[in-house]
C-alpha cells in the first residue's frame, strides 16, 4: 500500500489542484510501479509559508528580502 505525502504552502492551491495531484500521484504510481489504484493513499499537507523554511529562514522573510 503506497502512501504519499505532498506538501506545499498555503497559497492558492484549489479543490481542484488537489484532486488533479491525488489522481495523478496515484496514477503515476499504477503506470510506473504497478501499484493497486484501490490501496494507494495520498495525503496533502498545507503549511502556513510562517511555518516553512529555506536557507535558514522562513518563506515569509525570504519573499521579503528577495523584493
Do not use: C, F
Amino acid at each position: 500500500m503506497p502512501y504519499v505525502n505532498i506538501k506545499v504552502t498555503r497559497e492558492g492551491v484549489t479543490k481542484e489542484h488537489k484532486d488533479k495531484l491525488i489522481k495523478g500521484v496515484t496514477q503515476l504510481l499504477q503506470d510506473v510501479l504497478g501499484k493497486d489504484p484501490n490501496t494507494t493513499v495520498v495525503v496533502i499537507d498545507e503549511v502556513d509559508v510562517d511555518n516553512w523554511g529555506m536557507g535558514g529562514e522562513s518563506i515569509t522573510a525570504y519573499r521579503q528580502r528577495k523584493k
